[in-house]
């Protein structure tokens, strides 16, 4: 580290390092940048770089350091390390304490280390140390000739005069963080190559480097990285048809991917990429952190929606609301019977799980329910809904037809447009029956889920589809199981969501209604943190209270991982404004209908009073 670059006494022109043999040079050979620390710089170039202040010099940072100390080295390195070396100088030394005193004209080295522009930095040198104490550093900044700087409130800059014959101040600060820069190594070269489904082949452009190395670190960045987790077995799949010419396996620094390989190639050195697909992605990241996993029922027919049909149209107004109201009560409504049956009777006549079975199997057999466009939300106006459930029928999720009322039966039945003729015939007893009528007037439109949709509302897919649904608004490219069944160290769990979202893995818990168990919001950020997942998503159909947010802000930094919070404002976008626009106009409804005094009537308007008495 502190051998000098110099000519040997050989007659050969080379420069050669070696050590100094008088510890005064030693300086010398900092401030002019002939150590063999800072010749072998010469090997790295920046592609970009930015400096945090407006300034374009800096105080030279002096280390001083017990022979050996091993705090002070590891700061001097990452020091070094952090700094820029082509826009902005930032000088940065090492000296033994007994070193310091031996530095001759250590003033005059500092002014010509300095760059000559016309900003002075105050103070002009830094000293830092992790071994010795004040006492000591401020000796041996006597000995130099530096004079100590008073003012501790930062680096500060000044006039820089063209005569500047000033005393070079100093301050220690042990403190001292030069995180003062942002940079990338390395030469850069663009190119470009088709991506196909599977193994990928491309000519590697490489940049003109001095003096071809033997090896080299390369690294890649670009589009088909960019929504790909940063993950190792992702690196692995992308690179793992290129092993010939890589002996260490390929990483993630930050968004490059990165593999050492052997220099030089061939003549046309050409790479195999292999970009896997998103789902192959996901079920990767399962293998890696579960014993085993499986789409659970709900994630079965999530995936089927999704491939299907269009799910951005559920954050359409009062679609979801629409949907959710056509519902046939089968699974809920069944076990909520159970329930109601076996209160207070057989406490442990049947598992939760074998009940939910049960209501699956059994609980479908009621007929579908219909409803016209007045009757399915209250609250609301045919004008208000209609638009919605006819975008449900665009997407196939819903049919419009005809309601028959049957006299000899007395069953309700649903007819299909397409299946209405000129006389109405009940499809049970093929009796003559009638049509309904709104208000015994017209013959009503009535709206039916198909029976896919009506059995996926009835498993709670609903509030799964409508997140992925908003995450792909935020990024179009997120790919998300909409329900997953996982086996972690023996134990069963079901995760809500699990995929890809803006690169990072993702997973987490998706509800109706409130988190209302204390312990629930704990679960689901532990089983995030175990599924490897960047972030945990908490979202609910429903508001989510700030207090419950806050939690899971906290559990979430304290295991490292991302909060993401989807609630109604995300997820149903416009219902809250439109009830605020609803209540005003029904406001203004109420307030129009009062009566108002007519125009010369000065009689006050009657009010109650006392009885008469009698």
Request: proline content about 7%; hydrophobic content about 40%.
């Amino acid at each position: 580290m502190a051998g000098i670059y110099d000519v040997s006494s050989s007659n050969s022109t080379h420069y050669g390092p070696i050590l100094p043999p008088q510890l005064t040079l030693l300086g010398g050979a900092q401030s002019s940048y002939r150590t063999v620390l800072q010749k072998g710089m010469a090997g790295f170039e920046e592609n970009f770089a930015t400096y945090d202040r407006p300034q374009a010099e800096l105080p030279v940072v002096v280390v001083i350091a017990e022979p050996d100390s091993l705090a002070d080295c590891l700061w001097f390195w990452n020091s070094r390390a952090m700094r820029s070396h082509t826009q902005v100088d930032l000088p940065v030394v090492l000296f033994p304490k007994e070193a310091v005193e031996h530095w001759l004209g250590f003033a005059n080295d500092i002014r010509s280390a300095q760059t000559r522009s016309g900003v002075r930095p105050l103070p002009d040198v830094i000293l830092v140390s992790r071994s010795l104490e004040d006492e000591t550093l401020h000796r041996a900044a006597a000995r130099a000739e530096l004079v100590a700087d008073d003012d501790e409130s930062g680096i500060r800059w000044g006039q820089r005069h063209a005569e500047d014959d000033r005393q070079v101040t100093y301050r220690i600060d042990r403190g001292f963080e030069p995180e003062l820069f942002r940079r990338r190594w390395g030469k850069t070269k663009e190119s470009s190559f088709h991506q196909f489904v599977g193994p990928s082949r491309f000519d590697v452009e490489l940049p003109r480097m001095p003096g071809m190395p033997r090896a080299a670190l390369l690294r890649l960045r670009g589009e088909p990285f960019d929504k790909l987790p940063r993950k190792d077995i992702v690196a692995w799949m992308i690179t793992q048809k290129a092993k010939s010419m890589s002996p260490l396996p390929a990483t993630w620094h930050g968004n490059q991917l990165q593999m050492p390989v052997r220099l030089p190639w061939l003549d046309f050195p050409r790479l195999t990429l292999s970009v896997p697909r998103p789902q192959e992605v996901v079920a990767e990241l399962l293998k890696q952190v579960t014993s085993s996993s499986a789409p659970s029922i709900p994630g079965t027919i999530g995936m089927t929606v999704t491939e299907q049909s269009d799910i951005s149209v559920l954050r359409g107004f009062l679609v979801v609301e629409a949907l959710t109201a056509l519902k046939t009560e089968r699974t809920e409504h069944f076990l909520k019977e159970l329930r109601r049956l076996n209160e207070g009777k057989y406490p442990d006549w049947l598992p939760l799980e074998d009940a939910k079975e049960l209501a699956r199997e059994f609980g479908g057999r009621q007929e579908r329910k219909f409803q016209s466009a007045t009757n399915v939300l209250s609250g609301w106006t045919a004008a208000d809904v209609t638009p919605a459930l006819e975008t449900a029928c665009a997407q196939g999720w819903a049919e419009r037809g005809l309601g028959l009322d049957c006299d000899q039966c007395s069953l309700n039945s649903f007819i299909p447009l397409h299946a209405t003729g000129g006389t109405a015939v009940c499809p049970a007893c093929s009796a003559p029956a009638l049509y309904q009528r709104e208000n015994g007037k017209a013959v009503e439109i009535v709206y039916r889920l198909n029976g896919f949709i009506d059995r996926a509302i009835d498993n709670g897919v609903l509030p799964h589809l409508l997140v992925a649904a908003a995450l792909r608004d935020l990024d179009p490219s997120t790919y998300l199981l909409p329900g997953v069944d996982v086996v972690i160290d023996d134990t069963k769990n079901e995760v809500d969501v699990f995929g890809i979202h803006e690169g990072k893995v993702l997973a987490g818990e998706v509800k109706v209604a409130e988190f209302a168990k204390d312990d629930q919001i704990v679960r689901d950020v532990a089983l995030s943190r175990r599924l490897g997942a960047d972030i945990h998503l908490m979202a609910a159909t429903d508001i989510i209270d700030d207090g419950l947010q806050s939690q899971a802000r906290e559990l979430c930094e304290s295991y490292g991982l991302e909060l993401l919070v989807l609630h109604e404002p995300q997820l149903r976008p416009g219902l809250a404004d439109q009830r605020d626009a609803r209540d005003r106009r029904k406001e203004a409804a109420a307030v129009a209908s009062t009566p108002r005094p007519r125009r010369g009537d000065t009689k006050a308007p009657s009010t109650p009073g006392p009885a008469p008495r009698t």
